[in-house]
């Protein structure tokens, strides 16, 4: 009779009523008092099952060969022979285990990666096939045809790109500053002369024309508006449908970018353009030197150029991360686009081939290009410093401290003052060109969303996070 667990003669044995197994008693009671189960079924057993078997108390004699301190020695030796020998079998399973796990991880983590690489593919797929139904939806409702994408630009706009810049270059150096241009002392005697109520709550972006007296700004429900800074009043209302997400002037018509993706073209207050190719809000709308091509960016990691003279699509280039802002150098052969990822990436206009990727610290709020040719400021969200970058090193060449998160930044004409907008205030940075030196001639506490320059830098038009206008002027 041998106990069940120890596979020896119980001193004390007891028996399973249940399934009728032999233990020894203290083995069994400590095997109870853990799992309540019978060790050998797996059934639940309490100590209350338990009989006690009585037998003969015998005194195991010990084995002939324990009789002698010899014997003794040798079993001693067999039993650490026996030891080394486990341990050296469980040190090779250890390491034959540890391959297999390895070899395990390896599988999962290449399994994973194409998991994420196919999920990428299909998700781009699917952004391609919403693309081209709205592609086709806007051309359908021109009356043009469906659009094919396509980068290089047709060979009269390349001409009329190339024209544009062969006669800014060879004018922007000896461009004198315009008679009657604000002064350095102008600008430093600045405050706000007049500001409105909300106008158009959920309002981010404002845009002057090209006289700097009418203010084109829209809002969260829909409707957009301009603005006369003379009347001070709202001269015309544009309703849009969908929150207004970025606005610009060709001329005297207003273009409008909405959340739908769709860009507005009006002229005295009526529509007379839809174009709706982005698959997501517009984010930014660009105009080239030459006036001839359309750029708007989106959410939807594109830019689109649209040639102005038939309105169509002329080209359009995928990149890799939503579009934040974007804008033309100033002779018109770059396109620069910022994005969520921290990137500046610059296109070659004329091909839309890559020809340059930058690193900024954060995600892209705005880029405004300097009239030098040479310089552009970029803000970075939540950020209170303005980066200028210098396009020949391709690297910063100066942080402004401003104070305040920085929204949105904006050169004057002739490439002498930085207008910032943030949450905390607006500020001007002068560049002085003799001493090389900079200084910030003004900082009001006015936040804002948006700012744009007026007539020959005279005044300054900042957006309210309220979507109203303050309005910083010569005291």
């Known amino acids: 009779m041998l106990c069940a667990i120890s596979g020896e003669a119980p001193q004390v044995p007891v028996a399973s009523r249940k399934s009728g197994n032999v233990f020894e008693k203290r083995l069994i009671e400590a095997h109870i008092a853990e799992h309540h189960t019978d060790p050998v079924t797996g059934e639940e057993l309490a100590v209350e099952d338990l009989i006690e078997l009585k037998s003969p108390r015998i005194v195991t004699p010990k084995p002939p060969n324990l009789t002698s301190i010899p014997s003794l020695l040798s079993a001693f030796q067999s039993e650490w022979d026996a030891i080394v020998l486990e341990s050296f079998s469980l040190k090779q399973q250890l390491s034959q285990t540890r391959q297999e796990l390895s070899t395990a991880l390896y599988q999962n983590d290449a399994a994973t990666r194409v998991v994420v690489r196919l999920t990428q593919e299909r998700d781009e797929a699917r952004e391609a096939l919403s693309n081209v139904t709205v592609s086709g939806s806007g051309a359908v409702a021109n009356g043009d045809a469906m659009q094919v994408d396509g980068q290089a630009l047709p060979q009269e706009l390349v001409d009329k790109v190339d024209e544009t810049q062969q006669q800014l270059f060879a004018t922007r ?176 206009v004329k091909t839309g081939s890559s020809m340059a990727v930058l690193d900024a610290t954060g995600p892209v709020r705005s880029i405004s290009f300097s009239e030098n040719g040479t310089w552009f400021a970029v803000a970075e969200k939540g950020s209170s410093s303005v980066t200028v970058w210098d396009l020949r090193k391709q690297a910063p060449i100066k942080h402004l401290d401003v104070g305040s998160p ?57 957006l309210t996070p309220e979507g109203g206008l303050s309005i910083l002027g010569a005291a």
């Open 173 to 348: 150096r000896k461009r004198p500053i315009p008679e009657g241009w604000a002064t350095a002392d102008d600008i430093t005697s600045f405050d706000v002369t007049s500001s409105t109520e909300p106008l158009y709550p959920g309002s981010a972006s404002i845009s002057l024309n090209e006289s700097g007296s009418l203010g084109l700004f829209g809002g969260a429900d829909g409707v957009a508006g301009i603005y006369s800074i003379a009347e001070q009043k709202v001269v015309q209302t544009l309703k849009c449908g969908t929150p207004v997400t970025a606005t610009a002037w060709l001329g005297s018509r207003a273009i409008i970018g909405t959340s739908a993706g769709v860009i507005k073209v009006f002229e005295n207050g009526d529509e007379t353009v839809e174009l709706g190719d982005h698959a997501g809000p517009v984010t930014s709308i660009a105009l080239h030197p030459s006036g001839a091509i359309l750029a708007t960016g989106g959410s939807d990691k594109r830019f689109i150029f649209y040639d102005l003279s038939t309105l169509k699509v002329v080209s359009q280039v995928y990149t890799e991360a939503e579009i934040t802002c974007s804008a033309f150098h100033v002779d018109g052969v770059l396109f620069f686009t910022g994005s969520t990822d921290g990137k500046i990436r610059i296109f070659d």
């Open 406 to 462: 920085v929204d949105s930044i904006h050169w004057d004409y002739t490439g002498q003052f930085l207008a910032t907008a943030g949450s905390g205030n607006v500020t001007v940075q002068q560049y002085t060109k003799s001493s090389k030196s900079w200084s910030e001639p003004v900082r009001k506490a006015v936040p804002a969303k948006d700012v744009a320059w007026g007539t020959n830098a005279s005044s300054l038009v900042a």
